[in-house]
């Protein structure tokens, strides 16, 4: 089983990694202090189980599991037993305590492995797939619901997200959002623009409009445009 780590203490990601260590059927692919890293890692490279802090400053381990419901399996750890009824709503096996003690983490370990061999292997439904995600904005991290977008604008430190209400400003790059958004709802169509397919106005010979703002279409990316708006 593939697993990461994500707690905001690092002498408690120490002894998880350690413990992972002894078990040759756990292979440990990352660690993260910063949930938000977690995030971005795991659009990339998905994992079978994931050990989760829950009070963690930027995000919480509720909001993480509310944003991969239905991706991944979870191991809480934390101090603190007030969120066990809620943390059940999600793909948890079990609620570790800190400190944790090797013999529990092995119990734990075990009802992973049964969950993991009873569940269907079946992709999760469109309707499992959050419709929002997580931005880094200056000192806070922001949500930001898909059907609020109109368009991301690269610029040259930083991606504006536009929606009707003003604009986001991250330190993301395009090429992440570009890698990580819902192929069905926003396609690039220039080095410097992504877009919201449903918030297209019309199409003006090289140009699409969303509201009042004209948005080329770049060269390299017009062929995949045209065939994704003609179906």
Known sequence: MKCIIIDDEPLAIELLSDYV???????????YTNPIEALHSLEKQPVDLIFLD???PELTGIQFMKITKGKTKFILTTAYDNYALESYEYEVVDYLMKPISLDRFLTSVEKAKKAMSAAPTIAPTPAAIANFMFVKSGHKTQKVKFDDILYFEGLSDYVAIHSPEGKILTLDKMKHFAATLPADRFIRVHKSFII?????????RNRVVIGEK?????ATYAEGFWKKVKG
């Not at 260590?21 to 692919?29: I, T």
């Not at 004209?214 to 770049?218: E, K």
Request: hydrophobic content about 45%; overall charge negative.
């Open 21 to 31: 260590s002894k078990l040759p059927d756990l292979e440990l692919v990352g660690s």
């Open 54 to 56: 829950i009070q963690m």
């Open 196 to 204: 919201s397919i449903e918030k297209i106005d019309f199409i003006e």
């Open 214 to 218: 004209y948005i080329p279409i770049g």
